[in-house]
């Protein structure tokens, strides 16, 4: 057992005072923290402001984290963000595992995701993605580039918003308070790096330096409003015809809300639908867009991806549920975009419950885990030629990316583990497939691939710092 005299934390930079080592982090923590680790190590500790940080940077280090002592490091720091309207006493990516967290999991493994609801809602991803497909298809009628971050995060909004309300919530001439607008508004603030996260002692008195959580709170406002008025909307119809006619996760919820659920009441659904749509939209749309922008700089990957999908489903033709399993060259594509670029570079911060002993160093309770994604998917001595986008390694390689093997963990591991990957896995083929099947592209303004800016920028999600702006150019079949 140690004591707090005993305690040696993992070797890492000497902290300043009052900042702790906060200056060294830059604008892009994720490479700053990898560089870094090359001289402390794959565990290291730093101060940030206040707040001991451990920074895991290696295969191994990962599985110690995640798997070895996963029941001692699976609580959450919750950010100031989230602390609007009760938010965080309802959002599953930060409740403590108690028996709310455990209850929300259980609704989405059993109702939410499930390989039952997952197979019954393919016919709501192919429709949101022939509607995406007709949007791009106008723009090619008129030559005119298409924002690929922005198309797929308004087609991610309206997949999930079909599955949750069988709506669009993101509409042409938008009727329900721009929609899109207030869920990236709270993107922006999540991501932003928040003083009082990093002096908890400021939370005492409930500050907010920057307004963050002012700003917030308005946004988050909205978007239960709108969900508060959709589920008064479906309780009144099933009392008038006497059942839910509709067959999507609402429904789902008012059943085990009528079932007298303990945990899960009717109250608890925006909070719910908000953390679905801030979990599985940016994700979604900023690796769709590093995919993209992969396959536009490296014309043989695109091409041999293109004979693929021409070959199994034909050309010109969206890609379905049932065609993912037989696109092994498109699935390789999407996990070398994990490992190049994780949507989540961090994970979402882990915080310890009691002192870990790992390698003969302590993880102190209370401390905040980061496990370095990012750093680990470029690991050279995991993987050859890191830096080269090259979806061949994983022809021949059974390495997963769905939390089984440590050095390609884009959707975490452990207890926390992403519960939306069995969507994701199905909403990224399918939009990149279907992309790149029914149109050819080419860069805007007779831009050059040698010239394409490939740098990223952090926030929530890392995204690509220059927006990838493509002509699409229709395939006929
Ligand atoms: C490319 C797509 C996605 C990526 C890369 C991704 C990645 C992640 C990561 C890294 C975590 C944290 C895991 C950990 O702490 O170990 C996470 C958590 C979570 N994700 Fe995803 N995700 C994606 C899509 C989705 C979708 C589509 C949904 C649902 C609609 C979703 C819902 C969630 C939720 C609710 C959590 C919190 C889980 C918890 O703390 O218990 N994600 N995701």
Sequence with gaps: KCTKNTIKLPPGPTPLPFIGNLHQLGKKPHKSLAKLAEIHGPLMSLKLGQVTTIVVSSPNMAKEILQTHDHILSNRTIPGAVKVHDHHKYNMAFLPIETLWRELRKICNNELFSNKTIEESKGIRLQKVKDCLNDINQNSLINEAVCIEDMVFKTSINLLSNM????????????????????LNILKECGKRNVTDLFPALNVFDFDLQGIKRRNAVYARKVFDICQRLI?????????????????????????????????NKAKIPHLALTLF??????????????????????????????????????????????????PYLQAIIK??????????????????????????????????????????????????????????????????????FELLPFGSGRRICPGISLATKMLPLMLGSFINCF??????????????????????????????????????
């Design 440 to 477: 050819n592209w080419k860069l805007e303004d007779g831009t050059k691939v040698e010239d394409m800016n490939m740098d990223d920028k952090f926030g929530l999600s890392l995204e690509k710092s220059q927006k990838l702006r493509i002509v699409p150019e229709k395939v006929y079949n």
């Design 164 to 183: 949750i309300f069988s709506l669009d919530l993101v509409q042409p001439g938008d009727s329900v308070g721009d929609f899109k607008e207030l869920i």
């Design 336 to 405: 070398e975009t994990f490992r190049l670029h994780p949507a989540v570079p961090f994970l979402v911060p882990r915080k310890a419950d009691a002192n870990v002993e790992i390698g003969g160093y302590t993880i102190p309770k209370d401390a905040q885990i980061w496990v370095n994604v990012w750093a680990i998917g470029r690991y050279s001595s995991v993987w050859e030629n890191p830096n080269l986008f090259s979806p061949e390694r994983f022809l021949d390689s059974k390495i997963d990316a769905i939390g089984h093997n």
């Design 232 to 264: 008064d909307e479906r309780v009144k119809l099933r009392e008038v015809q006497g059942l839910d006619t509709k067959s999507d996760m609402l429904s789902n919820l008012l059943n085990i809300d009528e079932d007298n659920s303990q945990e899960m």
């Design 278 to 327: 801030i979990a599985g939209t940016d994700t979604v749309s900023s690796t769709l867009e590093w995919a993209m922008s992969e396959l536009i700089k490296n014309e043989k990957v695109m091409s041999k991806a293109k004979q693929e999908l021409e070959q199994i489903i034909g050309k010109g033709k969206p890609v379905e549920d049932s065609d993912i399993a037989k696109l």
